[in-house]
């Protein structure tokens, strides 16, 4: 399981940790990531994703999955996210 964000596609940063004495040792900086089911309205359904807290910040701002999948780009998304964001499209638009 890559550690990166299904939604905002952050993943690992690299730094330093720097001592007392001012050693500088590599060292990487992890995303918070959590696993989460969010409510798809349009599907009615659950979706399963591993997303990071700012993610979910995100997704609650924006008024839900539905309407932050809508404005995403499908270069940031996963495979899996990129798949409920078509699904969307398409039972939005047999609705309409």
Partial sequence: MSRRCELTGKGPMSGNNVSHANNKTKRRFLPNLNDVTLQSETLGRGVKLRISAAALRSVDHRGGLDAFLA?????????????????IAKAQAASA
């Fill in 71 to 87: 404005k995403a780009k499908d270069n940031e998304l996963s495979d899996n996210a990129l798949k409920v964001k078509k699904e």
